[in-house]
């Protein structure tokens, strides 16, 4: 089976890569190219653990097949704090207590940044059914839901 | 309970009580933290399993000839690969991680290969031949136990019976709890209430499925990078399962993505490392969900019947229980903790509790959150209510007039000392949730709840740096933020500030042995250890001012993270701060440290009370729930928001076991729902924020007061929302989960009311 050679546009950085047809992009990202950050929970698209921002839409990047990425950006959670600076989300993860294990985190921010791009002042049940397609087995979402809420609210004000 | 007075502060904290970021925090929302997968090694072949398609089956041969000669395969395992005698504790491990001659259920490992990669191992999974004679076989807890049931293992006598059975059965082992007259406590009740309950199983539901990579090496050098609760427990079974000292295994606790006892079995590992041994290369594996259900967890099922009796005025005279739980393929010790939880938040003249592992074709049982507790909690808690609606007693009162209290003989046998089962149900009755109206259309249920909490086997060291910042290496994984607790500990004993302390999970090879992060005891055990090594730190440096200034060693105090002369003799010198102390190490007798091992008592038992307002829909059965509230003891919250973190998400946990996971099995003995479309775990939308009120009365065992708090928070859900439908439609359901189809079957009457 030949390999495909794919061309991306990944946390801002031109990457090419070769992968075979049956390969997922969660399998690239983590096994090719050493971005690790997405997590396989289920391999099914249920747990939302490998969550990425595919041309500004989020998909479970364990979906979609490496080649259909071709021309696409791709934002994983390795790009999402600006060098040094965490992104608001970020930070007010880690300050609400809003990963305890923090394997389902990754995915919960790449899903609430394309929350807070749409939707800047959320209500709880929005961001309740947005992050519908993320599990989190550890918090009950009290704090994840608070996190983000908190986050829309500082981004609002600055 | 426990003698034992090690509280030496219950006040004036400074660095405990307060919710500093976590010290992994950035490394976790960055994507950087490296978790059971995330590992790579230059070389490393794929390891996969094959896995019995038959619930029960003798294996009459296995040919891997084909799969061996498959290019890019680079070795086939199975059981002939293991050790041949392991000690009797490790023996189901070792006849689970892979079948000897007989599958015992659906998922069963029978056979590994590693490849180069992972279309390769699989394709060589697919050209391995089994030769299986299908057995009859037995997934049902009351199929289990009937007379005609067939053997999961042939010849079984029952443990723990007396007289010992003659006759071979399902029943693996029986206990029995309690003190008192039965016969004589329900004569005198006015009221006498008994019902059978039944739970089905549950995942434990971690979203980071098992994880590991091993590197054989015959030098005595070999590796294992894997997620677990705990890496002593992985290596000192593992090592004899490939029958090679436990030094020659070196283990590495990789970041852990959610456990709660799942993590305390071992599967992967010692196949791993043997195909390593036989590939001469490093071998990752990791599971797919489909395995992590079929083959992995979850916790018992269960079969009970309970009878409470009590007088008019609301005092309980007698309580029997006898619990029959479904342990999977190999029986346990879950019934029996069920057994000894089944009435421990009550102080009872009469009790009884009977528990009875019973084996069947589904996994080997796992431990999850507070094992075995909310099964029977759900029975108990649910026949309270009852019998509280049968006098018009407010649920809480009756449970406050039953309530056990310091002195009293629990009734799994010890007598307690200062517990907080009373203050814990006033705190609830006080509570804004409580005293709220309950809301047109909505029902409120509460119930209590109780867990152990456990101590163990703990080694910790502690170095002071060399510019007076320090490192505690700690031997159990931290699976919801520990690590942050275990600075705070150490900063508050030393007087630094929580910033200069760094904690790390250390490997095998490098701290004593240390038992598993379970039984709510990290905080506890890890902390008390913590404690005791700064202290001996700090006497070391206490030593070291008094060599520098010149005058003895009792003459000098430590405050605030600076030696002092203390005392009438100490003369005049200016407070010398750790990081001095630290500095001129080297000329003063060397590198500064503290270690403390010990097997830690004294762990301080819990109780929890929850409240919950549920509706339920009258065409779909569907439950929703609207508020939600925890109350419990944690002895001293040493971070509060990690604590509420622990009370909200085992409140979740119940409410997903109450209200929707299960397994369904098909005639077949298979699972049918092995993944989270079907094992629906609760998600963002289906929850209202969970309130977590924190009480905290100190526990002696510990020198802040600290108690457990992972794990009482699963124990009351079940019982709590059966509660709440109880009162929101007049329907007591007695068996879990109460899903919409349950719940529509029992709804026919409330539906006609509501119409």
């Known amino acids: ?158 | 309970m426990a003698e034992i007075n090690r509280l030496t502060k219950d006040s004036g904290f400074k660095v405990v009580g307060t919710r500093p970021p976590r010290p992994d925090g950035i490394d976790k929302v960055t994507g950087k933290a490296k978790f059971g997968a995330d590992m790579f090694a230059p070389g490393m072949l794929v390891g996969k399993i094959l896995r019995s398609p038959h619930p029960h089956a003798k294996i009459r041969s296995i040919d891997a000839s084909r799969a061996e000669a498959l290019h890019g395969v680079k070795a086939v395992v199975t059981a002939a690969d293991f050790a041949e005698k392991v000690p009797r504790s490790h023996q189901a491990t070792l006849h689970n991680i892979m079948a000897h001659g007989k599958a015992l259920y659906e998922g069963h490992a029978v056979a590994a290969v590693a490849a180069i990669d992972n279309a390769t191992a699989k394709k060589a999974l697919s050209l391995i031949e089994v030769d299986y004679e299908p057995l009859p076989f037995v997934i049902d807890v009351e199929d289990a136990i009937a007379e005609d049931a067939p053997l999961v293992h042939e010849g079984m006598i029952t443990r723990g019976m007396d007289p010992k059975p003659e006759k071979p059965s399902n029943i693996e082992s029986a206990c029995e709890f309690g003190h008192g007259d039965l016969d004589a406590g329900f004569a005198a009740a006015d009221i006498v209430l008994e019902r059978e309950f039944r739970t089905e199983a549950s995942h434990q539901g971690y979203i980071e499925p098992h994880a590991c990579l091993a590197n054989y090496s015959d030098d005595g050098n070999s590796e294992l990078w894997c997620c677990t609760q705990g890496h002593f427990l992985v290596r000192d079974t593992t090592a004899p399962l490939l029958g090679i000292p436990v030094s020659k295994l070196r283990v590495t606790a990789s970041e852990i993505g959610g456990g709660f006892g799942g993590k305390t079995v071992i599967y992967l590992e010692p196949v791993a490392l043997a195909l390593s041994r036989k590939s001469g290369r490093p071998v990752k594996m990791v599971m797919t969900r489909d395995e992590v259900f079929r083959a992995t967890g979850p916790t018992s099922s269960s079969y009970m019947n309970v009878k409470i009796g009590i007088t008019k005025d609301g005092r309980i005279t007698a309580a029997d229980a006898l619990l029959f739980y479904q342990s999977g393929c190999y029986g346990g010790f879950i019934a029996q903790l069920g057994a000894m939880s089944a009435f421990a938040c009550y102080g009872l003249d009469a009790v009884r509790s009977r528990g009875r592992e019973v084996v069947t074709n589904r996994p080997m049982q796992a431990s999850y959150r507070a094992p075995g507790a909310p099964i029977i909690n759900f029975a108990v808690e649910s026949l309270l209510d009852e019998l509280a609606r049968e006098i018009n007693m407010d649920p809480i009162e009756f449970r406050l007039k039953n309530a056990a209290r310091e002195g009293d003989r629990s009734s799994y046998g010890p007598v307690y000392d200062q517990i907080g089962m009373v203050r814990t149900l006033e705190t609830a009755r006080d509570h804004p949730h409580y005293s709220s109206p309950v809301p047109a259309g909505q029902g409120r249920g509460v119930a209590a709840g109780f867990w152990f909490n456990f101590g163990g086997l703990t080694a910790i060291s502690l170095n002071v740096n060399s510019d007076g910042t320090v490192t505690v290496s700690v031997g159990r994984p931290d699976i919801g933020g520990s690590r942050a607790a275990m600075c705070q500990m150490a900063a508050e004993e030393l007087g630094i500030p929580y910033e200069n302390v760094r904690c790390i999970i250390a490997d095998t090879s490098s701290l004593g042995f240390n038992d598993t992060t379970d039984g709510s005891r990290t905080t506890f055990a890890n902390g008390l250890a913590i404690i005791e090594a700064a202290r001996a730190a700090i006497k070391n440096m206490c030593g070291r001012a008094a060599k520098m200034w010149g005058i003895p060693e009792d003459a000098v105090a430590w405050e605030d993270g600076c030696a002092k002369p203390s005392g009438p003799n100490a003369g005049d010198f200016d407070p010398m701060p750790i990081s001095e102390i630290a500095r001129k190490a080297p000329n003063t007798g060397g590198p500064i440290a503290g270690h403390y091992e010990v097997n830690a008592d004294g762990a301080g038992v819990s109780f929890g009370v929850h409240i919950a307002d549920v509706s339920v829909d009258a065409e779909t059965g569907r439950t929703t729930v609207h508020r939600y509230t925890v109350v419990q003891d944690a002895g001293k919250a040493v971070h509060p928001s990690y604590v509420e973190g622990q009370y909200q998400g085992g409140a979740v946990q119940g409410i997903g076991w109450a209200l929707n996971e299960g397994y369904f099995y098909g005639k077949d003995g298979k699972m049918e729902n092995p993944g989270f479309l079907d094992y629906r775990m609760p998600v963002a939308s289906d929850l209202p924020m969970i309130e977590a009120a924190i009480i905290e009365i100190p526990n002696k065992g510990h020198p802040y007061g600290v108690r457990g708090v992972g794990e009482t928070s699963i124990v009351p859900p079940l019982a709590t929302i059966g509660n709440a439908i109880r009162s929101a439609t007049g329907v007591r359901m007695t068996e879990v989960p109460m899903s919409p189809p349950a719940l529509l079957a029992q709804l026919d009457g409330f539906k006609q009311a509501a119409e």
């Not at chain 1, 546009?9 to 096994?31: H, Q």
């Not at chain 1, 653990?49 to 696409?72: K, P, Q, Y």
């Not at chain 1, 989300?89 to 609430?112: D, M, V, W, Y």
């Open chain 1, 1 to 158: 089976m030949s390999r495909l050679q794919v061309n991306t546009t990944i946390n801002g950085d031109e990457i090419d890569f070769l992968c075979d047809p049956g390969e997922t992009l969660l399998d690239v990202l983590r096994n090719h190219l050493g971005l690790t950050g997405a997590k396989e929970g289920c391999g099914s698209g249920d747990c939302g653990a490998c969550t990425v921002n595919l041309d500004g839409r989020i998909v479970c990047s364990c979906l979609v097949l490496a080649a259909e990425a071709e021309g696409s950006k791709i934002e994983t959670i390795e790009g999402m704090a600006d060098g040094a600076e965490l992104h608001p989300l970020q930070r007010k993860f880690i300050e609400h207590a809003a990963l305890q294990c923090g394997i389902c985190t990754p995915g919960f921010l790449i899903a609430s940044k394309a929350l807070l791009e749409r939707n800047p002042d959320p209500t709880e049940t929005e961001v309740r059914y947005w992050l519908a397609g993320n599990l989190c087995r550890c918090t009950g979402y009290d704090k994840i839901v608070r996190a983000v809420m908190d986050a829309a609210a500082e981004m609002r004000a600055s």
